[in-house]
Structure formats: C-alpha cells, structure tokens
C-alpha cells in the first residue's frame, strides 16, 4: 500500500518563475495538506484541500494556490518565486476532519 | 511569535542517558501530536494525545500531556543512536480539525 508520494523530489527555480509541485495521498485517503518547512524549522501549514475545494488555509500570500483533482492528488502552484520560498514542501493526506496526518518526503525547492 | 515553544532546540547525548523534551503554549489544544523527521523524510507520527494529564508510552518514549492540554514532553530513556532526528510536537485546535500548528523541533544527536 503506497504511502503518500510527491514529485518531484528537488527543484531549482529562478526568482520570478513558476513552480508546480505534485501529491498523491495515501491510499483510501481524501484530504490534501500542504506545509512548508524552512530549513531549521517546523513546518508551516499553506493549505487543505477536501471535495476539490479549499478548505483552510494559513498564513500564505495568494501566489500561493493550489487544487485538487477528483482522484483526490493535489497540486500546489507558486507563482511570481522569491528567495524566501526555499524550503521543504510537505504534502500530507488524511480521513476525515480530525484524523492523522500522513505525510510524504517533501519536494525540496531552491529558488536562485 | 511561535505559537509552540519547544525547547531545547539543540540536544547532543551519549547513548544509555535519558532526555527530556519539552513543548509549551499559552493555547488550549485539542490534541497534541508528537513527530519525527529524518533528514529527507517527511515526519512521522509517534502519538497523539488528546485528554488534560494524559501519559502514553511508547517502548523507551514517554509522552505527557499537560492537564490544561497547553503544554507536552517527551521523555526518552536509554536513548540510542537509532532515536537520532528532529522532533516535532504538533497541536490541533478544536474547530481547525487535522490542521496542524507545529513547533520548530529539537534536534536529537546520540552518540555512541
């Protein structure tokens, strides 16, 4: 049974591209979340996604989006990359509003 | 201002002492989860733990949960090289359901 799994694994970026990353959730799983995690740091909640729509969202400026689709992956979009974006973005997946999350290894982003 | 503290940020041991980590907040959480993260790895759940002055064990690791439900600790006897990574607790909120608000971990180095 395949756990959550994200791609790609690494990613260099110029500042001013754009950047898609991808997740695929858990078996069984239909909630989509997703984190950034700076280096040294815990991560930082961007988004949820359930039925294909937002549910939550932190404190992200809206350069960052995301969707997901009916097979219940997700993708999250930045746009417009700053310096600051560099980090490790987890996507977790989860059942149901209080369950535990299962989080994939990340895709790590650096942005030149 | 980070919602969880969690202290310390760095801990280096040798392998058969004990440790103790500590994760406060002035927030009431609904459940409080502990992580660990290798490097390249996302984090993976330890446990959760949901009721004001809850312990639960696992093996070497004990974990607490405050009787306010506002602060946690990990308790780690006879530690080895094997418990090496970062530690990350993580609190939900009532009504903000598997969202998680992590602290910013502590880093775990056993040497044999």
């Known amino acids: 049974d395949a756990g959550v799994t994200q791609s790609p694994t690494h990613l260099i970026k110029t500042r001013g591209q754009q950047v898609t990353l991808r997740c695929s959730p858990k078996s069984g799983h239909d909630t989509v979340s997703w984190y950034q995690q700076a280096l040294g740091q815990g991560p930082q909640f961007i988004f949820q996604y359930y039925e294909e729509e937002e549910r939550q969202r932190g404190n992200f400026p809206d350069r960052f989006s995301g969707h997901q689709f009916p097979n219940y992956s997700s993708e999250l979009n930045v746009n417009a990359l700053l310096l600051g974006d560099s980090a490790l973005y987890l996507c977790a997946s989860s059942t149901e509003f209080y369950s535990p999350l299962h989080f994939g290894n990340g895709t790590r982003l650096t942005v030149t | 201002t980070q919602l969880l503290e969690q202290s310390p940020q760095f801990l280096s041991i040798q392998e058969g002492e004990n440790l103790t980590v500590y994760c406060n907040s002035s927030s009431v959480f609904s459940s409080l989860q502990w992580y660990r993260q290798e490097p390249g790895e996302g984090p993976v759940l330890l446990v959760t733990v949901v009721t004001g002055g809850e312990v639960k064990k696992l093996k070497r690791l004990t974990f607490q949960f405050g009787d306010a439900r506002k602060d946690s600790s990990l308790h780690i006897t006879a530690a080895q090289t094997g418990d090496t990574g970062l530690y990350l607790c993580?609190?939900?909120?009532?009504?903000?359901?598997?969202?998680?608000?992590f602290g910013e971990g502590t880093q775990l180095t056993v040497n044999p």
């Open positions: 993580a609190g939900a909120f009532q009504t903000s359901g598997s969202r998680l608000t």
